[in-house]
């Protein structure tokens, strides 16, 4: 069983920056790759950014040159550094990771609000 918790979400002017943490615990050793997702209100959650064990990254077209997803692998920890946020930036953002048994796992999610 992984246990994941995101940290970091709040409110920033448009322009500005956060950081997001994801922290890792439990089983995490069959764990393949991780991500960031995002949903708003009536809407499906959507892909935000994904890295592998290899460190190779996907961005949504929308996060591109915007968002950086990165791993320390020693912190059992995945970070989203946000810079130049939007209002259509904010959404609840969840952290995400797929084992090598199938198994999806989520953590609880943290708020970002983008303020115009």
């Known amino acids: 069983q992984v246990q994941l918790v995101e940290s970091g979400g709040g409110l920033v002017q448009a322009g500005g920056s956060l950081r997001l943490s994801c922290a890792a615990s439990?089983?995490?050793?069959?764990?393949?790759?991780m991500g960031w997702y995002r949903q708003t209100p009536g809407n499906q959650r959507e892909l935000v950014a994904v890295?592998?064990?290899?460190?190779?990254?996907n961005y949504a077209d929308s996060v591109k040159g915007r968002f950086t997803i990165s791993r320390d692998i020693a912190k059992n920890t995945m970070y989203l550094q946000m810079n130049s946020l939007k209002p259509e930036d904010t959404a609840v953002y969840y952290c995400?990771?797929?084992?090598?048994?199938?198994?999806?796992?989520w953590g609880t999610g943290t708020l970002v609000t983008v303020s115009s």
């Open positions: 439990g089983g995490i050793f069959v764990i393949n790759g």
């Open positions: 995400n990771a797929n084992s090598s048994l199938g198994v999806v796992y």
């Open positions: 890295i592998t064990n290899g460190g190779s990254t």
